[in-house]
């Protein structure tokens, strides 16, 4: 009797002993997880895919700060001032003496892509938000500041691209707007259901 109760008691304690080692697995892996989920890796050691033209503006102080921008928690879209200029032209105004103003990435009217300050470095695009984003502004072809159909295929095959290199998703893309109540991008402040539509895009391609 005194032997099965021994038996039994041993059991028990194994039985205990193997909970706790389970629970603590799973501890480690959710640990694990949210981790790899919520790191960013260093902007820095990003590599940028050939379907983007890298032509960086000089670092003036202004433009291009030459800050360091050491992790990603969100993506800015914004739209640029003139409707009809191409994604060179706002490059080349980024770099000239009368701009205090950059972004990391233009996307053209035609769907090109262009970056013009490093992954490592902020843009002067966001506002206070410049310390921890990664902006991008988007060309548009009128007034109305809707995105042509090449323009935002790109842009969202853009989005998809950095979410997944910064362990983001659609829900760490913002506009202009939600940073500082600016109108930007225009259009998809002025319709809302258009702004979650091509988050919707970008969810649907994760």
Known sequence: MASHSRAKRKQKKKKSKTVALVA?????????????????????SVAVPDWIEQDFIAKDGHSRTGFELRKVKDIVVHYVANPGSTAAANRSYFNSPNSNTSAHFIVGLQGEIIQCVPMGE?????????????????????????FSIPTYNALVKLLVWLCH?????????????DVTGKLCPKY???????????????????
Do not use: M
């Open 122 to 146: 902020q843009s002067s695009a966001s506002n206070q938000r410049n310390p921890d984003t990664i902006s991008i502004e988007v060309c548009h072809p009128d007034a109305t500041g809707e």
């Open 165 to 177: 290199e910064f362990r983001l998703d659609e829900s760490d893309i913002i506009r202009h707007y």
């Open 24 to 44: 603590i697995l799973l501890v480690v892996a959710f640990g694990v997880v949210t981790w790899f989920h919520y790191s960013s890796p260093d902007p820095e």
């Open 188 to 206: 998809y402040v002025e319709h809302p259901e258009e702004w979650e539509r091509l988050l919707n895009y970008v969810k649907e391609r994760l």
